[in-house]
Every structure is written in C-alpha cells, then in structure tokens.
C-alpha cells in the first residue's frame, strides 16, 4: 500500500541522519538520467583513487590560498 508523500515524509525524518541521507540517494538515483549515474561512477572512482594516492603519499595536498592565488592570475591573464 502507497502512503501519502506526507506520510512518508514524516517516517523518513525519524531515520537516523545516514538512512536519510541513503534514501535521498536513491531517490535522486531513480530519477537521474543514465549519463548522469555514469558520470557520478566515474568521478566516485576518481575520487578515491585520488585519496588512495594521497593516503599513500604519492600526491601532496594544495594550500587552498595558493589554488585560489593560481585562479586569480589566471583569471587576470584573461581578462588582458
């Protein structure tokens, strides 16, 4: 039996925060085009390959001040 979407509202905010979250996913899942579900894969993938990486100390971390320091000339560059 379908309840109401107030119903089902009310039963999914008394989940605890990770169930709730886990529902929006796959709500949001069911209704997203394919393209878009392959592409959340593909950065997902990337993501913790990057971590992987830099738990490992392959790769160093970025100050976010210098990557945003970098953005502004490039964007000064541009706009010359």
């Known amino acids: 039996m379908?309840?109401?979407i107030d119903a089902l509202a009310l039963g999914a905010i008394e989940l605890p925060p990770d169930?709730?979250?886990a529902?929006?996913?796959r709500i949001l899942a069911s209704v997203e085009p394919e393209e878009i579900l392959e592409t959340?894969?593909?950065w997902a993938l990337e993501i913790r390959e990057r971590m992987r990486k830099y738990d490992c100390?392959?790769?160093k971390g970025i100050p976010a001040r210098e990557v945003y320091a970098e953005l502004d000339r490039?964007?000064?560059i541009q706009g010359s």
């Open 2 to 4: 379908i309840r109401t």
């Open 19 to 21: 169930q709730r979250f």
């Open 23 to 25: 529902l929006a996913q």
């Open 40 to 42: 959340d894969e593909a």
């Open 57 to 59: 100390g392959e790769t």
């Open 74 to 76: 490039r964007k000064s």
